[in-house]
């Protein structure tokens, strides 16, 4: 099944204790993103890659870190953690530029 | 300046019924795409129907339908008899060119009730 997979579902932390949010994607696409989701905001892109080792920052992107090693993983890494980036986490992955974005089920974040 | 609009933050329908969902969008652009995802309860985004700018036809899918306006800017969604699995956030979303083909500008939302 064609599918995005992240990894944990929820996740409780203090502040300042680094974690990774894990993502991956069995549908062999190149172009991979993170979103971040808050009430009254909508989704907010992160960061996002476009193939193997590219990866450039969205619209949001201080206090996360990504990594593109391989084409299926895009993890997530919030070095040192605050309370303002408790909020809704979806990685997302697509073939084409005009096609349709693939979400995973998202993370709910809370740093306390 | 907000790329895409959603003026309704709630809405309630009648089962059975149809509902719009309103959406605007703003881009210089010719060459666009426009999408809408279901955000139901349980937090995962559903992708439910997609409108290429070049698109001569309005897109549909099943009960969604999408009333693209060019010239208004504007790309409601349409679901035709509502059912209570319905009941959801929705959300529009545009990805243009000029800023770049690499981010998917997503509005607000509008959260769906639909009553038995």
């Known amino acids: 099944e064609a599918q995005v997979t992240q990894n944990p579902r929820y996740l409780i932390t203090v502040t300042g204790k680094k974690l990774t949010v894990t993502c991956s994607q069995n549908m062999n696409h190149e172009y991979m993103s993170w979103y971040r989701q808050d009430p009254g905001l909508g989704l907010r892109q992160i960061y996002y890659s476009m193939n193997v080792e590219v990866t450039d920052k969205g619209d949001v992107p201080e206090g996360y870190k990504v990594s593109r090693k391989e084409k299926r993983n895009f993890p997530l890494i919030l070095e040192s953690p605050s309370p303002n980036q408790t909020s809704l986490y979806f990685c997302?992955?697509?073939?084409?530029?005009?096609?349709?974005?693939?979400f995973g089920s998202g993370t709910q974040l809370s740093v306390l | 300046a907000q790329k895409i609009t959603q003026t309704q933050p709630g809405m309630f329908v009648q089962e059975k019924e149809a509902v719009t969902l309103d959406c605007t969008y703003d881009t210089s652009d010719q060459s666009y795409g426009l999408f809408w995802y279901k955000q139901p309860s349980s937090g995962e985004m559903i992708f439910l129907i997609y409108?290429?700018?070049?698109?001569?036809q309005n897109a549909t899918e099943g009960r969604y339908s999408l009333n693209f306006q060019k010239a208004r800017k504007s790309a409601n969604l349409v679901i035709s008899a509502s059912q209570l699995g319905d009941s959801a956030m929705y959300f529009c979303a545009m990805r243009d060119v000029v800023t770049g083909a690499n981010n998917l500008f997503f509005g607000t939302g509008t959260r769906l009730t639909v009553i038995p």
């Open positions: 997302a992955s697509r073939r084409g530029s005009l096609e349709k974005l693939f």
């Open positions: 409108q290429g700018s070049y698109d001569e």
